[in-house]
């Protein structure tokens, strides 16, 4: 299978070898046995494109990116709002900390779009019962009734997200959900 090269040129993978490219000195073999050019790159024969992590990645952007505008243009919401409030509707009261531990977001994002939220009657924020340096936050009936009307909309996002993975997207989810847990 022809794939190109980080400096373009193409690179031709033998039948029934898998290119599993490595940090290795221009000095040393490629993965097709040759040595690599003097003052070559020392990923030239890395597909990014192919690489799992890459692609899990974009996936996931992608994906994300697709709701987030639908959510952006009726509702005015960013990603880490949105986020917070999901999060804020089926967990119920948390910390900014929590919230940062379970929803992969830097602590800062999480914060900036609380004070956001809260500034919008959203969400409100007390003191936490047992360690009065963090705070916790809820949903108001505000919050709660804007959850209510997106859910519909990320059901109905969900639902055409899986119909274009086809029939087998329930194994698929499964193995998301096993490399999600395993931290």
């Not at 070898?17 to 221009?26: C, E, S």
């Not at 996931?60 to 990116?65: D, I, K, P």
Request: hydrophobic content about 45%.
């Amino acid at each position: 299978m022809p794939v190109l090269r980080l400096d373009h040129s193409p690179v031709t993978r033998r039948p029934g070898t898998v290119n599993t490219p490595a940090l290795r000195k221009a000095s040393q073999p490629c993965s097709h046995g040759r040595k690599a050019p003097h003052g070559a790159h020392p990923l030239s024969d890395f597909d990014l494109s192919a690489f799992l992590p890459y692609q899990l990645a974009v996936a996931a952007s992608h994906v994300s990116r697709g709701f987030a505008e639908r959510y952006k243009a009726e509702f005015g919401l960013s990603i880490p709002e949105w986020r917070v409030l999901a999060h804020l509707a089926q967990s119920g009261a948390v910390s900014v900390r929590e919230i940062h531990a379970r929803v992969d977001m830097d602590k800062s994002k999480v914060s900036r779009a609380a004070a956001r939220l809260e500034v919008a009657g959203l969400i409100a924020k007390r003191a936490h019962p047992t360690d009065r340096r963090l705070l916790e936050m809820t949903l108001t009936p505000a919050g709660e009734a804007l959850i209510a009307r997106i859910l519909p909309i990320a059901l109905d996002y969900q639902a055409q997200v899986l119909a274009r993975l086809g029939p087998d997207a329930a194994p698929f989810r499964r193995a998301l959900l096993t490399m999600l847990e395993v931290k």
